[in-house]
């Protein structure tokens, strides 16, 4: 009977509120305390626990964290510095310095027990100021990690955690994998280039990493930009290593000229430093199941890379190659035209017959081999975000279209590499199979 009651006192309470709509706020706020005090002492008891706690946070969540409504971790996101069979690399950031930051990692299980077997490494930490503010940016190198082996891992600072995220180390021996592709991000990310990677996820959930071929934000030191690309793309990120490529958007340029690299590159991705001085972790290589992926970085020193090129690509014992850079060979828009790369880099992709090159810059999508050719290298293009330009067609292209932003889902298995390019709609776009034996690759 007293349920009973109490429910008719709580519906008329709500009755008086919508009766009402320009009643006193104040007065609306004590009648219901007053309600709760005489009917619900329990409930308020429970509520004024929560009430009274007005901007903090509880300590066992987010301890000594004074920058309410940030979260204790963010940004967090995988990627290799080393080989992908045996290490893998996190990095993240923090608000406040922790003075002790720390990443955990097991071998993942079913059972929930795993968490019993796992080690901590303490972390690597640079601070970055922003906005008069400092951030606190963390890394760690997981190694002697066993191939082909599923990893739960987390990050914190011994007392405050992250969940437990999972991926899966890479096999020693040339197994079928696929991986993603996304041309530019740059503009309007949370609110449109979230639907391309969250949708290239749900559309291809097997794959192992993803590309991104430069211009992921438009301003290379706005932290609010890169905080969009972090969002939209959220726990994936944790849990999908990436292979990013330096854009010209992620350079600032200067009257004279001369351009710097964004603040934020090098404390956000820890990756392979095997490229050239003065090009750390915007130039490298690394090896999976394979394959070799070459990054290049195409605003500065290009000269200079190919020498360093020629010897990657030549001492190379990988069955398939790959190249990730920026501008494209061959431009798909009126009043491009990359020399440089012609120069400096494309004698090099026919010499030591490269597979595919993977690259950005132009906004419209192209695929071919170059004018009048009938093998080497297969060139694409793309674009992922919404900033879109009109399509230069060319004699060069295959394939090519404008207005669509798409990803590419790539399959290497054995002596076949199939390409498909998707629009966010789900419609496969373009779609491709190179078949490479004796050191020749074919259509």
Not at 195 to 208: D, G, M, Y
Not at 259 to 265: C, D, I, P
Not at 288 to 303: A, C, D, P, W
């Amino acid at each position: 009977m007293m349920a009973t009651e109490n429910s008719v006192e709580k519906n008329n309470y709500t009755s008086f509120i919508r009766q009402n709509p320009k009643s006193n706020g104040y007065a609306n706020i004590g009648f219901l305390l007053i309600a709760c005090f005489i009917i619900f002492p329990g409930l308020i008891a429970f509520d004024c626990g929560v009430v009274s706690l007005p901007g903090k946070v509880l300590a066992d969540n987010h301890q000594a964290n004074p920058n309410v409504g940030l979260k204790p971790f963010d940004h967090i996101i995988l990627t290799w510095m080393d080989n992908p069979a045996t290490s893998q690399a996190v990095t993240w950031r923090s608000p406040v310095d922790f003075k002790k930051s720390a990443a955990e990692i097991a071998p993942a299980e079913a059972s929930t027990d795993f968490v019993n077997n796992a080690r901590q490494i303490l972390a690597k930490t640079s601070s970055l100021k922003i906005d008069n503010k400092f951030v606190y940016y963390h890394s760690v190198n997981f190694t002697d990690l066993s191939p082909d082996t599923l990893y739960a891992y987390r990050v914190g600072n011994g007392s405050i955690w992250s969940e437990w995220f999972q991926f899966r180390t890479a096999s020693r021996h040339a197994e079928t994998f696929s991986f993603l592709y996304f041309g530019d991000a740059q503009e309007n990310i949370f609110s449109l280039w979230s639907r391309t990677i969250r949708t290239a996820v749900l559309k291809s959930p097997e794959v192992r990493f993803m590309i991104h071929a430069g211009d992921m934000v438009n301003r290379q030191n706005y932290d609010r930009e890169w905080n969009e690309w972090f969002n939209a793309g959220g726990w994936i990120f944790a849990a999908i290593p990436s292979i990013p490529a330096i854009g010209n958007h992620e350079y600032r340029k200067w009257k004279n000229k001369s351009r710097t690299l964004s603040k934020f590159w090098r404390p956000q991705f820890t990756l392979p430093q095997n490229g050239i001085s003065g090009l750390e972790e915007t130039s490298y290589y690394l090896d999976y199941q394979g394959t070799r992926f070459v990054v290049l970085n195409s605003i500065e020193k290009m000269e200079p890379q190919a020498r360093w090129l020629e010897n990657v690509l030549k001492r190379n014992p990988n069955h398939w190659t790959i190249v990730i850079f920026h501008h494209p060979v061959y431009s798909s828009i009126p009043g491009r035209d990359n020399k440089m790369a012609r120069k400096h880099w494309e004698p090099l992709f026919n010499k030591f017959k490269v597979d595919l090159v993977l690259q950005g810059h132009d906004h419209v999508y192209a695929r071919g081999r170059g004018p009048g050719k009938v093998d080497g290298p297969v060139y694409v293009t793309s674009v992922s975000g919404n900033k879109m330009y009109n399509l230069a067609r060319a004699e060069w292209m295959d394939r090519a279209g404008e207005d669509m932003q798409l990803f590419q889902v790539i399959t290497i298995s054995g002596v076949v590499l199939h390409y498909k390019s998707i629009m966010v709609t789900g419609e496969v776009f373009d779609a491709f199979d190179l078949l490479k034996k004796d050191g020749k690759t074919r259509n």
